[in-house]
């Protein structure tokens, strides 16, 4: 029988998922979702993206943008206090 008459074959030539079982430790063996380097069963092409697009989007507080701006403000703060104590002293 010629191996492309198997229309399976190419599941079973394919590269395998890279995820591993929280209980046994053992990987996922499921063929990889093509582009993915894991199966459909644990997350490949799943879920909503992120933004505003997302069901669960409320205010944008704690985005990723919010949150580097936050950093930046804490570390200018940083700054200007170490600065400022070594004007004093």
Same mark, same amino acid.
């Given at each position: 029988?010629?191996?492309?008459?198997?229309?399976?074959?190419?599941?079973?030539?394919?590269?395998?998922?890279?995820?591993?079982?929280?209980?046994? *430790? #053992?990987?996922?063996? %499921?063929?990889?979702?093509?582009?993915?380097?894991?199966?459909?069963?644990?997350? =490949? !092409?799943?879920?909503?993206?992120?933004?505003?697009?997302?069901?669960?989007?409320?205010?944008? *507080? #704690?985005?990723?943008? %919010?949150?580097?701006?936050?950093?930046?403000?804490?570390?200018?703060?940083?700054? =200007? !206090?170490?600065?400022?104590?070594?004007?004093?002293?």
């Amino acid at each position: 029988m010629k191996h492309d008459a198997n229309p399976m074959q190419r599941a079973h030539q394919s590269l395998r998922c890279t995820a591993r079982s929280k209980r046994s *430790g #053992r990987p996922c063996k %499921a063929p990889a979702v093509k582009g993915w380097k894991v199966c459909r069963m644990h997350g =490949a !092409r799943g879920g909503h993206g992120p933004g505003k697009d997302h069901p669960q989007y409320q205010h944008g *507080g #704690r985005s990723q943008d %919010a949150e580097e701006i936050r950093r930046l403000v804490s570390a200018l703060t940083r700054e =200007a !206090r170490e600065h400022q104590s070594a004007m004093n002293d």
